[in-house]
């Protein structure tokens, strides 16, 4: 079974074209969302330094930005979360991504956690928010708690990893979002960390996916393009 994608423009809706280099110069930024202006992405994920350029550059698509919150190991206290929320929406951010604190998650501290969740909702009203929980440093139990309490706490999705510590094979991330779709069955998934080509795209939206996030979303959308749209054929006339 594959996931049955039309067409390129498709495809890139499907993805969140990211780029969170934190040693990247302005110039290099400015190339990176010249690209995802080609295509039609669902949205692209920057760092907070480069908010203001992404809508800038993006102002006459249809191009969401994404950015991020306690990136990358979550550890910030909840204050200062609220506030980040709070400036990135200011910002004019469209999807807020937010990395859970895993020492209260292992801690069992529960209630911490969703309250936290619950006031950056409360912050950004009705824009995306996405609950990072890094499965690959977590239980299997842990990850059904992380994705119930992110439900819970009025998260639209669930992002399975930084990109620091990746699921280093499709069957991880078919287990995740197994677990996922199990405990919080009203969640959306987000698939990120290691997503280099159409194939495992392919594999992890099959897998069930609602989207998936990419460093090299515009390779994989290109190489679609090129396998699938440009081929060029002549046909000779029928004779009969």
């Known amino acids: 079974m594959t996931y049955n994608i039309k067409n390129s423009k498709e495809l890139a809706g499907l993805i969140n074209y990211t780029n969170l280099n934190n040693i990247i110069t302005e110039s290099e930024m400015v190339e990176f969302l010249e690209k995802a ?8 994920v920057v760092s907070p330094t480069y908010v203001k350029l992404a809508k800038e550059t993006l102002k006459d698509t249809n191009i969401k930005v994404g950015s991020v919150i306690g990136f990358p190991l979550g550890f910030e206290d ?25 020492s209260y998650l292992k801690d069992e501290k529960y209630e911490l956690l969703e309250n936290e969740i619950k006031q950056i909702k409360e912050a ?15 239980e299997d139990y842990q ?6 309490l992110a439900e819970k706490s009025g998260a639209d ?8 510590v990746s699921p280093s094979h499709i069957f991880e991330n078919v287990n995740d979002i197994n677990i996922i779709q ?10 990120y960390g290691g997503i280099n080509n159409y194939k495992f795209a392919n594999q992890i939206l099959t897998g069930g996916a609602d989207v998936i996030g990419s460093d ?4 994989i959308v290109k190489r679609y393009k090129d396998l699938r749209e440009n081929t060029q054929v002549k ?4 004779t009969l």
């Open 157 to 164: 999705y669930v992002k399975t990893s930084t990109g620091f």
């Open 143 to 148: 990850k059904a708690n992380a994705a119930k």
């Open 235 to 238: 046909p000779k006339p029928i």
């Open 78 to 102: 909840t204050e200062s979360k609220v506030e980040a929320a709070k400036s990135l929406l200011d910002k004019g951010v469209d999807e807020f991504e937010v990395v859970l604190n895993l």
């Open 216 to 219: 090299q979303g515009y390779e």
């Open 182 to 191: 199990k405990h919080a069955p009203t969640i959306k998934i987000e698939i």
């Open 37 to 44: 202006k080609e295509t039609n992405f669902n949205s692209v």
């Open 124 to 138: 950004i009203g009705d824009k995306v928010l996405k609950v990072i929980i890094e499965t690959k440093a977590l």
